[in-house]
Every structure is written in structure tokens, then in C-alpha cells.
């Protein structure tokens, strides 16, 4: 009788030792691990719209997902580490925001785990990202803000606000690929507002003071700053050389504006960073990054800082106040 009853108790045994580690091992898998990778740190406001996101896709944070953040602060020669070391922790997917250095990074680290980016400094197709924006094929998606297309209209509003300008400069960096074609669209809309452009050069900070002695020498009343890598780490930089020149400009993101800048117009960064979260969120459950177009922006804000419009002198017409998404007073 004890034989038989140490034989039910080892085959209990032998059952719920078997059974344990798949139990746990089911358990772990309900918390997914996405890793978050930034060109340098993010405001508080980008990484809650992420999140949201993947609140709308069904993930919440500490439930059923775990973000792993790493921050390239402003140095790009950390990315490739910090994108190797989300790749050695297993993460789920890997997100890249910030610009196309950290989406390279992430593309250089893995060819499986799938990469969602969100980039506004370079054409994906162009930067070699992906195959296309419909068929992206691969690992990568995401979303594009290459705001080109945005180049005449950003000469229009620069316009409604200084308009007696008649040398509009336009400040581009030589080593993105994406300058040229950027620089002779707005050339092109310069002209056609009966105005002249002039071509300013800068790959580094290094360099802005040389390209704003040449904007005084051309004598432009008005600047356009295009959309660069460089130029976003730099956003203090070159709006504090803007105002001590007394130069109107315009921009493509708010953050200059918030950092003292006249006016931006372009993508909402926030709803960019929405989307890559619903995205996240739809790879977590089983779509695969080949079969999800690369999204493009819908939503485009304009925000004005009417602070720094009176420290230039300018009266920014009400007409375009009335249009703004944010004002800065």
C-alpha cells in the first residue's frame, strides 16, 4: 500500500514539476519588453504620447509591457552601443526616436528584431531603411516627417511675417543627403515670391557662426532652417544666434520655438510618437514591420513665440495668430 501511494506521490510530484516551469514561463510571456532608443533625451511630453499609443493598442506599462530606455544624450557615437545592448537584453521591439543616426544604430544591431522608428531628418527609402514606404519590407517601419514638401509653405509664412524681407537665407547641412533637393525647393518658392535666396553651409555647431557672418554680410532679412539632426541637438545654439542677430527665422519643430525661436511649422511630434506606439503595439500582437507602410504625417502645427517677435520688432499679423495651433506669449 505505501508502494502505491509513493508512486501517485512521485507521479504528482514528476506532474507538477513539469507543469511549474510552463505555468512560469507562460507567465513571463504575457510582459512584452520594448526598447526605447533616442538620439539624445526626450521631453516628457514625446515619451507620454508613445505611450499612449500603446495604451490604445491594448499595453500599459508595468502590466503587460516593460520599456527599457536608453539615451543617446547628444552624442551619436553611443547609439551603436546603446542599440547593441537592447539587442543583447532580448527586447521585444525596438523603437528609435530622435533621427535616422539611432534608427542606423538599430538597423546595424539586429536584422530580426523588429525596429519602429519615428525620423524627420532623412528619407528612409534614400538613407537605405527600408525598401519603400508602402512595402517597407525587412525588420523596419515607422514614421517619416521629412518635411520637404513643407518648404514652400514655410517661405509663406515667413513672409506674412517679414514681409519686406528680400533676401530670405536658407540654412542647410552639407552632409545630409537630403539638403540639396530641400534647399533648391525652397529656392524655388523664394523666387517665386519675388524674392532672393542665398545658401547657408553648416555640418556642425562649429560652423553656425560663419554661416550667420555671411547672412549679415548677404544682408537677408528672414532665415530658414531646415530639417537636420545637427540642427535639433543645436536648438538653443541657433536660436540664441537668431535673436542676438536679430534675424526672423522659421523652423520645423516646436521645441525651437519653445527654446526661443520666432515660429516652426511641420509635424506634430507628438502624434508621431502616438503612432509609433499604435504601431509597437500592432508588431507586439503579431504583424509583421515588412507588411506596415511607413506612416506619413496628417497633422502639421504651427506655433508662434510672440515674445520674440516683439524682442525683434516684428508685429506678427493677427490673421496668422488666429491660425496658430500655440502661441508663446
Known amino acids: ?34 526598447g526605447f532608443l533616442h538620439t539624445s533625451t526626450p521631453p516628457e511630453d514625446s515619451r ?16 503587460n509591457i516593460a520599456i527599457v530606455y536608453r539615451f543617446g544624450e547628444s552624442r551619436p557615437e553611443r547609439l551603436t552601443d546603446l542599440a547593441n545592448d537592447l ?25 530580426t528584431t523588429p525596429i519602429v522608428f519615428v525620423m524627420g531628418d532623412a528619407d528612409p527609402v534614400q538613407a537605405g531603411i527600408v525598401a519603400g514606404l508602402s512595402r517597407p519590407g525587412g525588420n523596419i517601419t515607422g514614421i517619416s ?4 514638401a513643407l518648404g514652400p509653405k514655410r517661405v509663406e509664412i515667413l513672409r ?34 519675388g524674392q532672393r535666396s542665398i545658401i547657408l553651409r553648416a555640418a556642425s555647431a562649429g560652423e553656425f557662426e560663419h554661416a550667420f557672418a555671411l547672412l549679415l554680410e548677404q544682408k537677408a532679412g528672414a532665415l530658414i532652417v531646415t530639417a537636420d539632426n545637427t540642427f535639433t541637438r543645436e536648438a ?9 542677430h536679430r534675424v526672423p527665422a522659421i523652423y520645423q519643430w516646436r521645441d525651437f520655438v519653445t527654446a526661443g525661436g520666432l515660429v516652426s511649422y511641420g509635424a506634430s511630434l507628438a502624434e508621431a510618437n502616438r503612432q509609433a506606439g499604435v504601431y509597437t503595439g500592432r508588431i507586439l500582437k503579431g504583424e509583421k514591420p515588412a507588411d506596415l507602410p511607413v506612416m506619413q504625417p496628417i497633422k502639421f502645427e504651427l506655433v508662434i513665440n510672440l515674445k520674440t ?10 490673421t496668422l495668430i488666429a491660425r496658430a495651433d500655440e502661441v508663446i506669449e
Not at 508512486?7 to 519588453?33: E, H, K, N, S
Not at 528609435?96 to 539586429?110: D, E, N, P, V
Not at 538653443?236 to 542676438?244: D, N, S, V
Open 1 to 34: 500500500m505505501f508502494g502505491m501511494r509513493r508512486r501517485d506521490f512521485i507521479t504528482l510530484l514528476g506532474g507538477a514539476a513539469a507543469a511549474w516551469p510552463v505555468a512560469a514561463r507562460a507567465q513571463q510571456r504575457t510582459i512584452r519588453v520594448i
Open 48 to 63: 507620454r504620447a508613445f505611450i499612449q499609443g500603446l495604451n490604445e493598442a491594448g499595453y500599459s506599462e508595468g502590466q
Open 87 to 111: 539587442v543583447q537584453h532580448g527586447v521585444d521591439v525596438i523603437v528609435t526616436i530622435g533621427g535616422s543616426l539611432a534608427t542606423q544604430a538599430a538597423k546595424k544591431a539586429t536584422t
Open 145 to 148: 516627417l521629412l518635411g520637404g
Open 160 to 193: 506674412e511675417i517679414v514681409p519686406g524681407a528680400t533676401v530670405v537665407a536658407v540654412l542647410v547641412n552639407p552632409e545630409n543627403q537630403n539638403s540639396a533637393p530641400y534647399a533648391n525647393e525652397v529656392e524655388t518658392a523664394i523666387r517665386a515670391a
Open 236 to 244: 538653443a545654439r541657433l536660436t540664441e544666434l537668431a535673436a542676438r
Open 309 to 318: 517677435a516683439k524682442s525683434l520688432g516684428l508685429d506678427v499679423p493677427s
